[in-house]
């Protein structure tokens, strides 16, 4: 007794970031368990845990990356693990737990308060209920639509019953940029969206879908109570001006860099190029869907592919990545540092410090780990260094694109990935806090300001 009573005394201890990095790893390890169950496999046996694994981090950490094909290796029932898994990792655990709440009538503690807000990548948990709710309506509503539309365009193709099936799949893994999709067979089950290239319902309601859940949860809010630019708030402003210029960047540098290359949009009509092109850019925003071979890209269209990849979706949405927010926030500190300022201001707001300290730090942790992971495997598997780091950018990104090096890999070049997939949706700041920030308290000393010499 005294056992449980000093246990649950650490577990209410424990930071609020440090619950939800350990809540992930739970439901991967109970994903990973489920799927690797002969019920989830349609030859009835039991899969590789590895492959379980993989698959489940993959899944809950809304990437897209896997071994195995969805469509072709997994049972129905592993298929609804497989999109519980996406459900949970796109809103969080504590958000779903929180249903239970709302339903029950139960009120919700201070502390889960503080894991839903951490869970929101949220600074403060003032009015985190009320956003949840929204996040709950906003998340089933606009997935409800996208099954209703691309049900249009399943049905007639598959029948009525699977159909619907595959409309409701596809419209939760595009809303919450995991990935996954149901569309592979025997010959290819790899195949993604590449047969519906050129069908403008299915992939400009999947780009709806990503674009939309990429924004973040707090962007909805804040766009639904003011309805005006002028009074959005600035990481709301920063949020949406930065997605409207990567979008465009991603896609007019596609159409330049790959317009005659007959293994991408060559081989495609006119209209038909400028809708790959702009799927393109919306799906590197972390989505992981493709209608074009992505190994058929050329060098300059796959740097650029990575450089998206890297920088991710916004804070507090599905997405992974170094987040929009914090590209925006360097790229102002540079414009700042150019013009002799000491300020970075947007929007006649001034960005606090510790913003441009944390962006910075996501910036060098993100590169760091990126590159380490693909210089790690290419080193394992004595493979070409540009493929490895489309994997462990798109693996750290959250982003599931692919060159077709991630289902030959071995195992500790599959556990590396499996680490960025986590460490990608978490947040590098989320588990840095959590491992080397054991109390806050301010400093004791101050000391007095040094210069130095930088470049």
């Excluded at 060098?299 to 170094?322: D, E, F, K, Y």
Aim: charged share 10%.
């Amino acid at each position: 007794m005294n056992r449980l009573h000093l246990h649950n005394r650490r577990m209410r201890r424990m930071r609020p970031t440090t619950v939800m990095a350990l809540g992930f790893l739970a439901i991967i390890l109970t994903g990973a368990v489920l799927l690797a169950l002969p019920v989830s496999a349609r030859s009835g046996e039991a899969t590789p845990f590895l492959d379980a694994l993989f698959t489940a981090t993959s899944a809950t950490c809304v990437t897209g990356l896997i071994r195995v094909g969805t469509a072709t290796h997994w049972s129905s029932f592993g298929q609804a693990v497989i999109l519980l898994l996406i459900q949970i990792g796109g809103l969080g655990f504590m958000t779903l737990a929180s249903i239970a709440s709302f339903l029950t009538h139960r009120t919700i503690t201070l502390r889960e308060r503080m894991v839903m807000s951490a869970g929101l990548n949220l600074t403060d948990n003032a009015g985190i209920v009320r956003l949840t709710r929204r996040v709950l309506y906003g998340t089933f509503a606009f997935e409800a639509a996208g099954a209703v539309i691309l049900s249009c365009r399943f049905i007639p193709q598959f029948g009525f019953f699977k159909g619907l099936s595959m409309g409701v799949f596809h419209s939760v893994s595009a809303f919450c940029n995991a990935g996954f999709d149901l569309l592979g067979t025997p010959d290819a089950p790899f195949l993604s969206l590449v047969d519906y290239v050129g069908d403008p319902l299915v992939n400009l309601t999947i780009m709806a879908l990503i674009v939309i859940g990429g924004l973040g949860f707090f962007v909805w809010g804040d766009i639904w109570d003011k309805r005006s630019f002028r009074h959005f708030r600035l990481h709301t402003k920063l949020v949406l001006v930065t997605t409207a210029a990567l979008l465009l960047l991603g896609f007019g540098l596609t159409l330049l860099f790959e317009w005659n290359n007959p293994r991408t949009l060559g081989a495609l009509s006119g209209p038909e190029k400028v809708l790959a092109a702009a799927f393109q850019s919306v799906t590197l925003r972390t989505a992981g869907y493709n209608t074009i071979d992505q190994a058929a890209l050329g060098g300059p269209a796959q740097a650029v592919s990575c450089l998206l990849m890297l920088i991710g979706g916004s804070p507090g949405s599905t997405a992974g990545g170094i987040k929009t927010v914090a590209a925006a926030v360097l790229l102002l500190s540079a414009a700042s540092a150019l013009r002799g300022r000491i300020t970075v201001s947007a929007f006649g707001r001034t960005i606090t410090p510790r913003s441009i300290m944390n962006a910075v730090t996501m910036l060098i942790v993100g590169v760091v780990v990126s590159l380490s992971g693909a210089c790690a495997i290419a080193y394992i598997e004595d493979a070409p260094l540009h493929q490895c780091l489309f994997e462990a950018v798109s693996a750290f990104g959250t982003v599931g694109l692919t060159m077709g090096l991630t289902p030959s890999l071995h195992t500790p070049s599959c556990l590396i990935l499996i680490v960025l997939m986590y460490l990608g949706r978490v947040g590098v700041l989320t588990l840095g806090v959590s491992v080397l920030m054991r109390h806050r308290e301010p400093p004791k000393l101050q000391y007095p300001e040094g210069n130095v010499m930088v470049g």
